[in-house]
């Protein structure tokens, strides 16, 4: 989808400022720090692409122990801004995780349906990580359909659709350093 196929629509209000997230990114690090203090047992940090790359990028910086990073891609299908259920995993582990703790990384959730049918949780689970924890920096409770367990959550927020800091509205949007929520404009001719 390119910018113009999107329909008319603005970042209306800036929900999180790019400070305002470094901060909880710190917070985030230093919970999980503390919760892995071994640094012989190794710790494997699962990123969703593509949104949760500057959330992971930002997040290891902060943990001063040894990590891996390793990434899967999920793809659910449905319009820009809505998850329909239907989920395919593109791109799996490159690295087993046998004997690993893991954490999951994601930008949001919001349904939780990609989180769930993708079944990277229990996947993991089959290929005998030591232990599996889930961290998203957005959570929106509101919107949930399936139940998904999280340990980690940067911030709750309403139902409203963001943009920025790796996600994005038809893959636009996703550099910016902040979280921005965006206005569609009514009546307007595409
Ligand atoms: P879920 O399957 O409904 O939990 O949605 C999870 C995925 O949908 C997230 O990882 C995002 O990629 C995308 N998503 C959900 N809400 C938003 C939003 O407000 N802005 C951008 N992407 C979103
Ligand atoms: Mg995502």
Redesign the pocket.
């Known amino acids: 989808m390119t910018a113009s196929d999107l329909p008319p629509h603005f970042i209306g209000e800036i929900l999180f400022s790019a400070e305002t997230i470094q901060r909880r990114v710190r917070e985030l690090a230093d919970a999980i720090q503390k919760d892995y203090p071994d640094p012989e047992r190794p710790l494997v940090l699962v990123g969703?692409l593509?949104?949760?790359v500057l959330f992971l990028a930002d997040l290891v910086r902060h943990i001063q122990r040894p990590v891996e990073f390793d990434f899967v891609a999920?793809s659910?299908y449905g319009a820009a801004?809505?998850?329909s259920?239907e989920?395919r995993v593109l791109k799996d582990l490159d690295a087993p995780v046998a004997g690993k703790d893991v954490v999951v990384v994601?930008?949001?959730?919001?349904?939780?349906?990609?989180?769930?049918f993708s079944y990277l949780i229990e996947s993991l689970k089959a290929r005998r990580a030591a232990s599996v924890r889930v961290c998203v920096l957005?959570d929106?409770p509101s919107?949930?359909?399936v139940e998904?367990p999280v340990d980690y959550r940067g911030f709750e927020i309403e139902d409203?659709?963001?943009?920025g800091y790796g996600?994005?509205?038809g893959e636009r949007y996703r550099n910016l350093p902040y979280i921005g929520v965006?206005t569609f404009v009514e009546g307007e001719e595409v």
């Open positions: 969703v593509k949104g949760a999920i659910s801004t809505r998850t259920g989920v994601e930008d949001i959730l919001d349904t939780g349906l990609t989180l769930r957005l929106k919107r949930r359909r998904v409203r659709f963001v943009v996600m994005d509205f965006i």
